[in-house]
């Protein structure tokens, strides 16, 4: 056994709010607006299924 730290990066999530206001932009008629706010939420969760599985579980709307 080692005794080197953890170094696995650990996956926090954003807070409720800010999710809620980035599917909110994703739905934005800018385009701009609302490419921005799917960078954000791919970045965060990596995949579009790991986005909907929180926001389902979240009752984000």
Known sequence: ?????????Q?????????QTWCILAR?????????AMKMLLDTFG???SIIE???K???K
Request: glycine share 0%; charged share 30%.
């Open 58 to 60: 979240n009752n984000i």
């Open 54 to 56: 929180f926001v389902k």
């Open 11 to 19: 996956q926090l999530t954003p807070p409720i709010t800010l999710m």
């Open 1 to 9: 056994m080692s005794n080197r730290p953890n170094t696995k990066k």
């Open 47 to 49: 995949d579009l299924k």
């Open 28 to 36: 934005d008629e800018d385009e701009q607006v609302s490419k921005h």
